[in-house]
C-alpha cells in the first residue's frame, strides 16, 4: 500500500453527511507513517493546544460511564453544529478547526465535529492519548473524517453521520488511516484487523481504491 495518500486527495476531504447504525468492538491494524492531513496540520500550526495531548486528569472512569460519555457528547455536537462543508463555511478544502459561531449557533463540517468532541472528551475526563482521529472513505460520500476513542469495549467511533457510537467494525468505511495516541503529529496508514476485512480480496480492493485517489 501507498503510504502518501494525502498530498493529492486532502482537498477532496468535505463529505460530511447523515445516517446512522447501532454497535460491535474491533480494532485497525497500524501500517506504515503517512503524511497528515494538510487542514490538520495548518490547525496544528495556527492553533498548537488544539493538537496536543494534555496529562490526564485522573478521573477514573468505568466502562459503562464512558460509554455514556460518549454517546451523550457524540450526540449533542452532532445535534448543536449545523454541518455545512468547507468551501461553504471558508471558501476553501479541508480547513480543520472547531465549529464557528454564527447568528443563528454553531456550523462545521466532519473534522470540525470530530476536534469539538475531542476537546469536550478530554475536558471530562477521558485521556487524550485514547481519542484518534482517523481518515475513511466511502464511494458515495469520499473521504471522512471521525474520532476513533479506544475503549475497554474496544475502538468506538464518534461519527458526524450519526447520533450512535459505532463498534469499529461496524462502521461503513474503509479505514486509510489513523492518528498516533503517543504522537498526535504522527499519522499511520491502517489496515483492517479482522480476518474477513483483511482477507487479499479486500485488501487489494483496498488498495486499488487509494492507487484511483492518488490518480
Request: glycine letters at 6%; aromatic letters at 6%.
Amino acid at each position: 500500500m501507498k503510504t502518501a495518500i494525502f498530498a493529492v486527495t486532502a482537498f477532496m476531504l468535505s463529505a460530511c453527511a447523515s445516517a446512522s447504525i447501532p454497535s460491535r468492538g474491533g480494532a485497525l491494524e497500524i501500517g506504515a507513517e503517512t503524511t497528515p492531513p494538510h487542514g490538520f496540520v495548518a490547525m496544528c500550526a495556527k492553533d498548537p493546544a488544539l493538537c496536543v495531548n494534555p496529562r490526564s486528569q485522573g478521573t477514573s472512569l468505568s466502562a459503562a460511564e464512558t460509554r455514556a460519555l460518549l454517546t451523550r457528547v457524540n450526540r449533542r455536537v452532532n445535534a448543536v453544529v449545523r454541518q455545512k462543508q468547507d468551501a461553504v463555511l471558508a471558501g476553501a478544502q479541508d480547513v480543520w478547526r472547531r465549529p464557528v459561531a454564527d447568528a443563528v449557533g454553531f456550523t462545521g463540517d466532519c473534522d470540525d465535529l470530530a476536534t469539538e468532541k475531542r476537546l469536550e472528551l478530554i475536558t471530562a475526563g477521558v485521556p487524550a492519548e485514547n481519542l484518534t482521529y482517523a481518515l475513511a472513505y466511502r464511494r458515495d460520500l469520499g473521504l471522512h473524517v471521525v474520532l476513533i476513542a479506544s475503549t475497554a469495549d474496544g475502538d468506538l467511533v464518534l461519527d458526524s453521520r450519526t447520533p450512535y457510537v459505532t463498534a469499529l467494525r461496524e462502521a461503513p468505511y474503509v479505514w486509510l488511516a489513523r492518528q498516533s495516541a503517543a504522537d498526535p503529529m504522527r499519522w499511520n496508514s491502517v489496515r483492517p484487523a479482522d480476518a474477513a476485512a483483511a482477507s487479499p480480496e479486500r485488501v487489494a480492493q483496498q488498495d486499488h481504491r487509494l492507487d484511483t485517489l492518488q490518480n
